[in-house]
């Protein structure tokens, strides 16, 4: 056993241990300000439907209310803000999107565009299909028969050998 913990086996051990203890509290400060949540439970409970409808804008598809990212904690006490001035969800949500386009939300609404950017692989996907199979037939199709004259010119060409 001890064999199995020398060298750079156990520097890489202790390197890794040492580097979870030293990242616990991090954890700990991950946990949202308790400043930031509204007074009142309902306002909080509505502030908090909104931001998970919302994008943060720096994180890969993760909502301002799940993520620990420094622009959502801003985006989050944004959304509190007008929520405290007695705004409607949509109200919030509307504004956000004003200011920073359909991008923000989860679940953007379906438009045109939307339709075209989800459209556009499955039409390309169809077309590389459709070319791959007329080639295709094009390649196996059965020759043409031949002519008379082309007959008499083969037959000449194999009575020369």
């Known amino acids: 056993m001890r064999a199995l913990f020398r060298g750079k086996t156990a520097f890489r051990l202790k390197a890794t241990l040492l580097l979870v203890c030293l990242s ?17 439970p309902k306002q909080e409970r509505q502030a908090e439907a909104i931001g998970a409808q919302l994008r943060c804008l720096v994180c890969q598809n993760e909502s301002i ?9 801003d ?4 959304v509190r803000e007008h929520v405290a001035k007695g705004e ?13 386009g359909n991008f923000i939300r989860l679940s953007p609404p379906v438009t045109i565009a939307t339709l075209l950017l989800w459209g556009m692989p499955v039409l390309a996907l169809l077309i590389g299909i459709v070319s791959a199979v007329m080639i295709f037939r094009r390649r ?8 008379a004259a082309e007959q008499a010119r083969l037959r000449e060409l194999g009575d020369d050998r």
């Open 24 to 40: 616990a509290p991090v954890m700990a400060w991950a946990v949202d300000d308790p400043s930031e949540m509204l007074p009142d």
């Open 88 to 100: 409607s969800s949509q109200q919030v949500i509307d504004w956000m999107v004003a200011r920073y």
């Open 140 to 147: 196996t199709a059965t020759p043409a028969p031949l002519s």
């Open 75 to 78: 985006l989050r006490k944004v």
């Open 65 to 73: 209310e799940d993520s620990s990212a420094g622009l959502a904690r």
